[in-house]
Protein backbone atom coordinates (compact mmCIF):
# COMPACT_ATOMS: atom_id res chain seq x y z
CA UNK A 1 0.00 0.00 0.00
CA UNK A 2 1.06 3.49 -0.85
CA UNK A 3 1.73 6.00 2.08
CA UNK A 4 -0.96 8.62 1.69
CA UNK A 5 1.40 11.38 2.36
CA UNK A 6 4.23 10.27 -0.10
CA UNK A 7 1.16 10.21 -2.75
CA UNK A 8 0.45 13.38 -1.58
CA UNK A 9 4.18 14.96 -1.90
CA UNK A 10 3.95 12.82 -5.42
CA UNK A 11 1.00 14.81 -6.57
CA UNK A 12 2.47 17.99 -5.63
CA UNK A 13 5.46 17.31 -6.76
CA UNK A 14 4.21 16.61 -10.13
CA UNK A 15 2.16 20.11 -10.31
CA UNK A 16 5.33 21.89 -9.75
CA UNK A 17 6.76 20.65 -12.63
CA UNK A 18 3.81 21.27 -15.04
CA UNK A 19 4.01 24.73 -13.58
CA UNK A 20 7.76 25.45 -14.79
CA UNK A 21 7.28 23.22 -17.61
CA UNK A 22 4.13 24.59 -19.16
CA UNK A 23 5.02 28.09 -19.46
CA UNK A 24 8.27 27.43 -20.76
CA UNK A 25 6.68 25.21 -22.96
CA UNK A 26 4.39 27.77 -23.96
CA UNK A 27 7.26 30.72 -24.36
CA UNK A 28 9.28 28.38 -26.79
CA UNK A 29 6.10 27.93 -29.27
CA UNK A 30 5.61 31.42 -28.86
CA UNK A 31 8.79 31.85 -29.99
CA UNK A 32 8.53 29.48 -32.54
CA UNK A 33 5.31 30.41 -34.27
CA UNK A 34 5.94 34.35 -34.07
CA UNK A 35 8.94 33.30 -36.17
CA UNK A 36 7.32 31.24 -39.01
CA UNK A 37 4.57 33.90 -38.56
CA UNK A 38 6.73 36.94 -39.46
CA UNK A 39 8.80 34.34 -42.74
CA UNK A 40 5.03 33.89 -43.51
CA UNK A 41 3.19 37.42 -43.44
CA UNK A 42 6.29 39.85 -43.04
CA UNK A 43 8.92 38.59 -46.19
CA UNK A 44 10.11 42.22 -46.90
CA UNK A 45 11.22 42.68 -42.83
CA UNK A 46 12.47 39.46 -42.71
CA UNK A 47 14.75 39.99 -45.95
CA UNK A 48 15.84 43.34 -44.70
CA UNK A 49 20.02 43.36 -44.71
CA UNK A 50 21.58 44.49 -41.44
CA UNK A 51 25.20 43.71 -42.87
CA UNK A 52 26.71 42.33 -45.69
CA UNK A 53 25.42 38.56 -45.77
CA UNK A 54 23.03 38.82 -42.55
CA UNK A 55 19.66 39.52 -42.71
CA UNK A 56 16.96 40.23 -40.15
CA UNK A 57 15.20 36.76 -41.22
CA UNK A 58 18.95 34.71 -40.15
CA UNK A 59 19.30 36.70 -37.05
CA UNK A 60 15.90 35.73 -35.77
CA UNK A 61 16.17 32.41 -36.48
CA UNK A 62 19.89 32.21 -34.87
CA UNK A 63 17.92 33.79 -32.09
CA UNK A 64 15.11 31.21 -31.78
CA UNK A 65 17.95 28.32 -31.68
CA UNK A 66 19.56 30.68 -28.96
CA UNK A 67 15.94 30.88 -27.38
CA UNK A 68 15.22 27.27 -27.12
CA UNK A 69 18.90 26.60 -25.45
CA UNK A 70 18.16 29.37 -22.87
CA UNK A 71 14.90 27.77 -21.90
CA UNK A 72 16.09 24.10 -22.05
CA UNK A 73 18.65 25.55 -19.72
CA UNK A 74 15.98 27.00 -17.20
CA UNK A 75 14.60 23.89 -16.78
CA UNK A 76 17.52 22.13 -16.61
CA UNK A 77 18.40 24.84 -13.74
CA UNK A 78 15.10 24.34 -12.12
CA UNK A 79 14.99 20.17 -12.14
CA UNK A 80 18.65 20.20 -11.22
CA UNK A 81 17.94 22.55 -7.90
CA UNK A 82 14.70 21.51 -6.94
CA UNK A 83 13.16 18.74 -8.48
CA UNK A 84 15.63 16.18 -8.45
CA UNK A 85 16.43 16.80 -5.02
CA UNK A 86 12.92 15.95 -4.13
CA UNK A 87 12.51 12.90 -5.99
CA UNK A 88 15.45 11.84 -4.35
CA UNK A 89 13.90 12.66 -0.74
CA UNK A 90 10.71 10.76 -1.58
CA UNK A 91 12.62 7.94 -3.16
CA UNK A 92 13.94 7.65 0.44
CA UNK A 93 11.01 7.24 2.29
Do not use: C
Not at 22 to 29: D, F, H, Q, S
Not at 51 to 80: D, K, P, Q, R
Request: glycine share 8%; proline share 3%; hydrophobic share 60%.
Amino acid sequence: MIDPAAEKALADLAARRWRVALPLTVAMLAIYFGFILLIAFDKSLMGQLLGEGLSVGMLFGALVIVSAWVLTGIYIWWANTHYDPRVRALKGR
